[in-house]
């Protein structure tokens, strides 16, 4: 099995800044692709960003300029630095990966349960 556990999550004020992480574990032989996901009340799933193992980056343009993904490959893990943030970032945030279990197996894709990310006066 593999897990994505998010953490960092929490309440933050407009224009105050606050960094997600994910750690994927588990049966895990390469961690391709991963990213963060959004989810506001009443509204579907967005992408925020993503990045490959070679760490391209990719970005939603409602947070360009303020958020930063990254990642480290030795442990798995995907961080989202978020700055300048703003009410309507305010939302369930969910990490994503594909992930090969084992060599010669596909690439499946995998959703952590979600960290919620409150911004508020």
């Known amino acids: 099995q593999v897990q994505l556990v998010e953490s960092g999550g929490g309440l933050v004020q407009p224009g105050g800044s606050l960094s997600l992480s994910c750690a994927a574990s588990?049966?895990?032989?390469?961690?391709?692709?991963m990213g963060w996901y959004r989810q506001s009340t009443g509204e579907q799933r967005e992408l925020v960003a993503t990045?490959?193992?070679?760490?391209?980056?990719n970005y939603t343009g409602s947070v360009k300029g303020r958020f930063t993904i990254s990642r480290d490959n030795a442990k798995n893990t995907v961080y989202l630095q978020m700055n300048s943030l703003k009410p309507e970032d305010t939302a369930i945030y969910y990490c994503?990966?594909?992930?090969?279990?084992?060599?010669?197996?596909?690439?499946?894709?995998?959703w952590g349960r979600g960290t919620l990310v409150t911004v508020s006066s």
């Open positions: 994503n990966a594909d992930i090969v279990r084992q060599r010669d197996y596909p690439r499946t894709n995998h």
């Open positions: 588990g049966s895990i032989f390469t961690v391709y692709t």
């Open positions: 990045i490959t193992r070679g760490s391209t980056t």
